[in-house]
């Protein structure tokens, strides 16, 4: 995960998050999750500079929150589970 820094013109990437998985649903699920947590734990913030001249800062409103998520959280490093087993069904590779 990679969180951008200093003035970023509009349309520039702010956030770019990398997951590898055998299956699509599991990757964006993954992204996603990524994402909730880095905008629970990191005090997030911007300064907005609107067409008029005008500008505002927009805090993280979320960051004293619990961050909640659809799905369960990853397992940690030290309970990993093969990938066959982690999404209910086993592949089978030729060697």
Partial sequence: CVHRLGDLA?????VWVGVSSPHRAEAFEACRYIIDEVKHRLPIWKKEH????DSGWV????CAAPATHETQPPAAHDEAVPASQAHGHAHRHGR
């Fill in 59 to 62: 805090n993280c409103e979320r």
């Fill in 50 to 53: 609107y067409a008029g001249g």
């Fill in 10 to 14: 509009v349309g520039e990437l702010a």
